[in-house]
T-cell receptor, first 109, second 115 residues
Framework: EDQVTQSPEALRLQEGESSSLNCSYT??????LFWYRQDPGKGPEFLFT???AGEEKEKERLKATLTKKESFLHITAPKPEDSATYLC??????????FGKGTKLSVKP | GAVVSQHPSWVICKSGTSVKIECRSL??????MFWYRQFPKQSLMLMAT?????????EQGVEKDKFLINHASLTLSTLTVTSAHPEDSSFYIC???????????FGPGTRLLVL
């Protein structure tokens, strides 16, 4: 069964304190590994798509990496405005997305 | 680019009434649109996948007669919750996949409260 697991469930950081979020996946025929950011009461905002092991993508303070079993979202020197829930999703062979439960990130000033 | 809108953003209705939610891709054509439901502190659960001009494919456990999906054009899909009940109260989010691309872009969501 296709599955995506994110850890930790919640992460509290001080402003400037770098860290990483983990996404472990088991998705047959993976079409891509997707990262989204979701603010409370809003729809997910697309961040990255990774397609092959070893691939990396960056956007401002965020960098996503991919291995054959995991993806990491590295946050460098976070700011309070980076506070959100970060969702990881595996692209299934049927064109669907299998979402993890997300990591709720709080960055304190 | 890749903007998806939903309307309404929130709706309150009485039990037994039907509610229609619209999902539009504003600056691209979407051959495939998806409907998700999200309960508090839970992740997104796919309800159905719709392709323009054809019947939607529903996920297991989702009643197709209760959640009617129409995808009449490449920029518009609608979800109608028929005979809504309090347990249908949730956050409904649509997404659209740009033709030829594999990334889904999400709408802002519609919060439904059934009294």
């Amino acid at each position: 069964e296709d599955q995506v697991t994110q850890s930790p469930e919640a992460l509290r950081l001080q402003e400037g304190e770098s860290s990483s979020l983990n996404c472990s996946y088991t998705v047959s025929g993976l079409r891509g590994l997707f990262w989204y950011r979701q603010d409370p009461g809003k729809g997910p905002e697309f961040l990255f798509t990774l397609y092959s092991a070893g691939e990396e993508k960056e956007k401002e303070r965020l960098k996503a990496t991919l291995t054959k079993k995991e993806s990491f979202l590295h946050i460098t020197a976070p700011k309070p405005e980076d506070s959100a829930t970060y969702l990881c999703a595996g692209g299934g062979s049927q064109g669907n997305l299998i979402f993890g439960k997300g990591t709720k990130l709080s960055v304190k000033p | 680019g890749a903007v998806v809108s939903q309307h309404p953003s929130w709706v309150i209705c009485k039990s037994g009434t039907s509610v229609k939610i619209e999902c539009r891709s504003l600056d691209f054509q979407a051959t495939t649109m998806f409907w998700y439901r999200q309960f508090p502190k839970q992740s997104l659960m796919l309800m159905a996948t719709s392709n323009e001009g054809s019947k939607a494919t529903y996920e297991q456990g989702v009643e197709k007669d209760k959640f009617l999906i129409n995808h009449a054009s490449l920029t518009l899909s609608t979800l109608t919750v028929t005979s809504a009940h309090p347990e249908d109260s949730s956050f409904y989010i649509c997404s659209a996949e740009r033709e030829g691309k594999e990334t889904q872009y999400f709408g802002p969501g519609t919060r439904l409260l059934v009294l």
